[in-house]
């Protein structure tokens, strides 16, 4: 399978723990976008890598979240001090064009 | 801010029967109109998309319609099947400016196709 993989696919987490999430994109995709998804809602969009450089955070990402993407390959999102309103589902999206998008299964996040 | 009003929330289709979902978007300057499909415990899908100076893209099943003035845009999905059932979401996307064309999304409408 040559689509976008992500690791875990579910983390439960005790509030106050950190955890990091792992995205490998499609091969030779350049653009690589993080969402969050709550229940209910549609994906929100989180930050943007071009290549190993990240150029645009949302203001969903608080402090506690920091993301890389050394080497311009695979993605981490890692959120410290996890809270509540943390839990979620965490989407990686990689492109190699302007528009278009492709998404992984996802992380399912629950924090306890 | 809501930037893509999407409805309706739920909807219930008899096989064989035209499913119809709708948007609408605030900002002008969205340029891109994807509609993807998600099934329970996966990521979205890409489903069909279009550009603000086409009316209408048709794939198999699936039609866009967009009326630029209305700043609406709708997904038809015609000869509706059980295996249909999953939530649609429109969404929209700007280039920020920074080098991100990222997606804005409706709040998604859960299709059921009933036998």
């Known amino acids: 399978d040559t689509g976008v993989s992500q690791d875990p696919r579910h983390k439960i987490t005790k509030r106050g723990q950190n955890v990091t999430f792992r995205c490998d994109p499609i091969?030779?995709?350049?653009?690589l976008y993080w969402y969050r998804q709550t229940l209910g809602q549609g994906p929100e969009f989180l930050t943007y890598?071009?290549?190993?450089?990240?150029?645009?955070k949302s203001r969903l990402l608080s402090d506690r979240f920091s993301a890389e993407r050394p080497k311009g390959s695979f993605s981490t999102l890692e959120i410290q001090r996890t809270e509540q309103g943390d839990s979620a589902m965490y989407l990686c999206?990689?492109?190699?064009?302007?528009?278009?998008?492709?998404f992984g299964p996802g992380t399912r996040l629950t924090v306890l | 801010q809501q930037q893509v009003k999407q409805s309706p929330q739920s909807l219930i289709v008899q096989k064989g029967g035209i499913s119809i979902i709708n948007c609408a978007y605030e900002n002008t300057a969205f340029d891109y109109f994807p509609w993807y499909q998600q099934f329970p415990g996966k990521g979205p899908a890409l489903l069909i998309a279009?550009?603000?100076?086409?009316s209408e893209k048709k794939e198999g099943r699936f039609t866009i319609s967009f009326n630029k003035s209305a700043k609406q845009f709708s997904l038809h999905i015609m000869d509706s099947q059980p295996g249909d059932s999953a939530t649609y979401f429109c969404?929209?996307?700007?280039?920020?400016?920074?080098?991100?064309?990222?997606?804005?999304f409706g709040k998604g409408t859960k299709l059921s196709v009933i036998p």
């Open positions: 091969s030779e995709h350049n653009r």
């Open positions: 969404a929209a996307t700007l280039y920020s400016g920074a080098g991100s064309y990222q997606l804005t």
């Open positions: 999206a990689s492109s190699d064009r302007e528009n278009v998008q492709f």
């Open positions: 279009i550009r603000p100076d086409v």
């Open positions: 890598f071009q290549n190993e450089a990240q150029l645009e």
